[in-house]
């Protein structure tokens, strides 16, 4: 057991509304990458950035699931103590998977995509990326005036393909936030990916 | 010269003065206290409390006071502060056959264990207005035998037993919150009592008559209507075990409905249940009516009328919604009406033209 | 600042809701997301949904404009900019480029919006469909199956018997060639600014319990046929304070014999161009 809890927002109300904006605005558009930089540390290997975009999303009403590596007793203390969320084991039942570039092809296969009634009953992946370089991308659709590139590491192309099939998928299909130490970025079921080099 | 029209605050301010003159309405009378609408206007309590979905006398009571008297609005009042009260978890069932009994009868049977208690009812008042109620001193009442077994078993408890009637359906599972999620059709029955339990009583009172008069007829009898006190327990997490922590007044109405059987079911007696907190014994026996109506589906019956159409009835009853979108039309919709004045008088113009084209 | 509820009037668990619902509806453009909506402390029809949404986005940074028909100082404006004052103690303006979040009950903007702005809209009934099928259990079907059959048939029987589609405002338009969507009762006049605009818009119904967003820069077309492209309302006259001849225009009714006046119905835009004609 870890021997003291580190603390969440300071100002709950405020800080998660601002961490919220920059989550908003990342969604809103794609593979734009944003600072986040909350005003607390979180018990590693867990960023704070990842940190707060949980304690902004997560509750008892959303299941969370872990990659090995994040299954820290001090992570899984934090994460129940400040979000009260259930640490979920089964991969299709989470609302929110944590994982990273290693654990990410999997869970992206695994995640729930809703139901053509209810796209919106489907799974967000936040995955922990060391930071933003590395495969270049571009992309296409809402939220993007004509083309952005944006890259990101390690992630490798069986996640891309995965990504792909993702964005065929449309309107079903996960979300995916990348968490660097201090930004984010996201890139929704919506967007359309190409890889460098790819026709 | 035109000057747009300015000022909405000072507009809204205003308002809100006059309005405050109005409900205190001449200073030379007496202001009526909140404990005196608790304790002498206890049905109208009941009903704010019952359609806010908060047992608190005394808020409603202050809602009322407020509203000036328009439940509805107390309902929304009380309502909008519930919304803000944080939540500790949910108590465990309420047991209503250990109900302190007040008023217990059933028009199935002449006589039951424990007996019809008539306890205090309007129903064989005769409507005279009593001018000089308000002035006399009432006289003690007499409360009848102290010994009375104040609790008893439930009516269609005891008649279960035969077999005659349907089990009380017992879904497992922890029943659905429409407070809390959205409510999704086709709704199970959990969320249709929860809706209706909110809703307004003159919208039930009018389905559950509607299906009286032959619009999804179900033959109902009053098996048992018991209003009385029960107590609510809670089972905190850290203690593992159940703690009472109240009691609270509340009407129970069960329904028992002749039901010829379908192809999944054999014939047998069917139930509709109502229940509200406090006396609103017909708000009780609406829900009871309009609940065994909108059983169509898991009974296997014809949904021919619109007390059994669910999506009609759960998204009509709530009388705050309601409110609020009829009253909305109160706002301005002057861009739209423009928008409609133009496309009025441009199909006019065109029609005009076409009679002109025809007559040369 | 009103002290005793929390930021912004919401409990952060209402909040956590509403912004996951916010989430998914810029994930799935034009997509109705089902969320808990609570009740306000204002009634239903009054904006209660665009109220949660701006309740869940809102940050001490923002600058908030509200307006209702195009107005900041219409009554209910007034009210809601008056709520957000004393529940999160933000700033607020009534000109449209000062502001990060604008509010808004049946009008867009004459200004073009940017990137670093967010406007939300206050929507009565989001379902496009729902005055040709009343049963939601039918029109989730429609938009699953993508099936707006029911939509083109109905403007297309406006178009035999009228010879136009007799749709003013709310008219109906397709979110990123997926699903048909309520833009809100704005005058139709408004769609086009809908359409690959710079800043996110986000609809919130209150009493119909759904959210749902159009990102920027997103395709936003509204429904027509080839032979009779969509078009806006036109004025014969200029408004009559500015002289405007782009923008849209309230009527006035002057007097009983018929005298009326037409002008600007955004009143920030208005006074803008009659300070740079001054």
């Given amino acids: 057991m870890s021997t003291e809890l580190l603390s969440g927002f300071t100002d709950h109300a405020r800080s998660s509304a601002e961490a919220f904006r920059v989550m908003l605005d990342a969604m809103a558009q794609p593979g734009r990458i944003l600072p986040l930089t909350p005003d607390f540390a979180a018990p590693a290997p867990l960023f704070a950035s990842t940190a707060a975009i949980c304690l902004t999303l997560c509750d008892y009403d959303t299941p969370l699931w872990l990659d090995d590596s994040l299954r820290e007793t001090a992570v899984i203390d934090y994460l129940r103590f400040h979000t009260g969320a259930r640490i979920e084991n089964d991969r299709p039942q989470a609302s929110f998977l944590l994982c990273t570039p290693a654990t990410a092809a999997e869970a992206l296969a695994q995640a729930s995509i809703g139901n053509a009634e209810y796209p919106d009953a489907s799974a967000t992946l936040i995955i922990q990326v060391p930071d933003f370089s590395g495969d270049r991308l571009t992309l296409k659709g809402p939220g993007i005036k004509d083309e952005r590139v944006f890259t990101t590491a390690g992630l490798g192309a069986r996640f891309w393909a995965l990504m792909d099939e993702n964005h065929q998928l449309f309107p079903l299909g996960r979300d995916v936030y990348f968490a660097a130490p201090k930004e984010i970025a996201a890139l929704p079921r919506s967007t359309q990916i190409k890889r460098e080099g790819q026709a | 010269m035109y000057v747009a029209v300015k000022g909405g605050e000072k507009a809204i301010d205003a308002a809100h003065r006059l309005l405050g003159e109005e409900r205190r309405g001449n200073p030379e009378i007496p202001e009526i206290t909140t404990t005196q609408i608790g304790e002498q206007l206890t049905l109208a309590v009941d009903r704010v409390m019952t359609e806010g979905s ?86 003690p009442v007499e409360t009848g035998p102290a010994d009375l077994d104040r609790t008893m078993p439930r009516v269609l408890d005891l ?45 039930l009172l009018a389905l559950g008559y509607s299906t009286q008069r032959g619009y999804g007829r179900s033959h109902p009898f009053a098996g048992e209507i018991r209003y009385g006190e029960v107590s609510v327990s809670f089972t905190p997490e850290e203690l593992g075990f159940e703690i009472e922590i109240g009691a609270i007044d509340i009407t ?21 249940y109502g229940l509200s907190f406090g006396q609103c014994e017909r708000k009780a026996m609406s829900m009871a009516l309009v609940d ?15 007390a059994q159409d669910e999506e009609f009835v759960l998204s009509h009853a709530d009388n705050v919604q309601a409110t609020g979108f009829v009253e909305h039309l109160k706002l301005p919709h002057y861009v739209d009406f423009q928008a409609e004045l133009e496309l009025l008088r441009r199909l006019r113009r065109e029609v005009q033209g076409l009679d002109q084209e025809a007559a040369e | ?176 060639g997926r699903y048909v969507f309520d833009p809100s009762p704005i005058p139709k006049f408004d769609n086009p600014k809908l359409d690959d605009c710079a800043a996110l818009q986000l609809f919130g119904a209150g009493r119909e319990k759904r959210i749902y967003a159009v990102p920027p820069y997103t395709k936003v077309r509204s429904l027509d046929f080839e032979d009779h492209p969509f078009s806006v309302q036109k004025w014969e006259e200029p408004c009559a304070l500015c002289g405007s001849t782009t923008t849209y225009l309230d009527e006035i009714i002057l007097d009983d014999k018929g005298k009326r006046m037409f002008v600007c119905s955004d009143t920030d835009h208005c006074r803008k161009s009659q300070e740079k004609a001054a």
């Fill in chain 2, 292 to 306: 065994r109506a909108l059983r169509v589906r898991e009974l296997d019956e014809e949904q021919t009328a619109p």
């Fill in chain 3, 1 to 176: 600042m009103t002290t005793g509820y929390n930021f912004a009037y919401l409990n952060e668990q209402t909040k956590r809701m509403i912004r996951r619902a916010l989430l998914k509806a810029v994930a799935i453009p034009g997509y109705q997301v089902p969320f808990a909506s609570r009740e306000m402390p204002m009634p239903y029809g009054w904006g209660t949904g665009g109220v949660q949404v701006t309740a869940s986005i809102l940050t001490p940074q923002d600058t908030l404009k509200v307006i209702d028909q195009g107005a900041d100082d219409t009554t209910n404006a007034v009210s809601i900019r008056k709520f957000f004052v004393r529940t999160a103690g933000v700033a607020t303006t009534e000109e449209t480029e000062k502001a990060s979040i604008i509010q808004t009950r049946h009008r867009v903007p004459e200004a073009a919006l940017r990137e670093d702005q967010i406007l939300v809209y206050q929507v009565p009934i989001p379902e496009p469909l729902r005055f040709l099928e009343p049963r939601e259990t039918e029109t989730r079907k429609m938009h699953a199956l993508e099936e707006y059959g029911i939509m083109h048939v109905k403007l297309y029987e406006d178009i035999a018997r009228h010879g136009h589609i007799a749709t003013a405002y709310a008219y109906p338009a397709k979110v990123n």
């Fill in chain 2, 252 to 272: 129970e109405c069960e329904m028992i409905n002749q039901f010829k059987g379908s192809a999944g079911v054999p014939p047998q007696f069917t139930r509709g």
């Fill in chain 2, 54 to 139: 908060l047992y608190d006398r005394e808020l409603a009571a202050v809602a009322i006071k407020q509203a000036r008297g328009d439940l509805i609005e107390a309902i929304f009042l009380i309502r909008a502060s519930r919304t803000t009260l944080p939540r500790y978890g949910y108590s465990t069932p309420i047991e209503t056959s250990d109900m302190l009994i007040r008023r217990r009868i059933s028009a199935a049977f002449k006589d039951m264990p424990g007996g019809q208690i008539l306890g205090p009812t309007f129903d064989y008042t005769h409507r005279l207005l009593e001018f000089e109620a308000s002035e006399t001193p009432a006289a």
């Fill in chain 2, 159 to 203: 008649i279960g037993a035969e077999g005659l009637i349907e089990a009380a359906s017992s879904t497992s599972g922890e029943p659905g919150d429409l407070t809390r999620e959205p409510l999704a059709f086709p709704a199970d029955r959990d969320l249709r009592l929860q809706s209706l339990v909110r809703g307004d009583e003159g919208f």
